[in-house]
């Protein structure tokens, strides 16, 4: 009797087994790809100020005044400071000081062209009395903004989501079968053009307008990648 009961548990086990196998889900693994444009929201343009002198303290106080317009504009502009270093030149071997040169960089972020054209204006009016100012802008650029710009990507994610959701209903009625969201993963395919071009020289100090750029939309796109189970 023993035998035969330790039989029929085996026997049993054995078909609980079977039938999970025979449940097993059907997974389905599939992706897809929301897009969107994206207007540019804010423009940008940076300025670079060179200063050259025997004496570096004389570059320094030049150095300082550009860095003091910039100051005088912290809510469109910003910089981390200046620096001075001594020039050498080399001829038969020998190392020749010819002075010190002093750069200050510094990238200003608007979107009221007039605020940058008052900057721009008067940096370039620190080389109207002084010649030994080398000054150069780059282009003024429409950019996406940080702010923007993710937030662009937190609603094409929650779209991409629900596009992955509706797929597997598909699959539900084309299958008939019960099929279910099972695992997914984002990915953000955009691609946001670098702005930055090469500095132009300036050779006068008179007042410029500066002029706003056209505007060029750019892609985000969202990819969710995602498996499904059917039973």
Known sequence: MKLFIAFFACLLVFSANARVKLKDPLVITDSVTVSAKIAPDKMTSGLTVQYKDSDPSSVSVALEKAATIVKAHKDICTFDGYRVSPEYSYKDGKQNMEGYSGFLDFNCTFKDIKKFESVYNDVFALN??????????????????????????????????????????????????????????????????????????????????????????????????FSAACR
């Open 128 to 225: 109207a009395n002084n010649t030994k100012y080398i000054i150069s802008s780059d282009q003024v650029k429409w950019i996406v903004s940080p702010e923007l710009y993710n937030a662009k990507k937190i609603s094409l994610k929650s779209d991409a989501i629900k596009e992955a959701m509706n797929t597997v209903r598909n699959y539900s009625r084309t299958a008939g079968k019960v099929c279910y969201l099972k695992d997914i993963a984002i990915d953000f395919n955009d691609y946001i053009p670098s702005y930055r071009e090469s500095k132009m020289l300036r050779a006068t100090a008179a007042p410029l307008n500066v002029s706003e750029p056209d505007k060029v939309e750019s892609s985000v796109s969202v990819t969710a990648k």
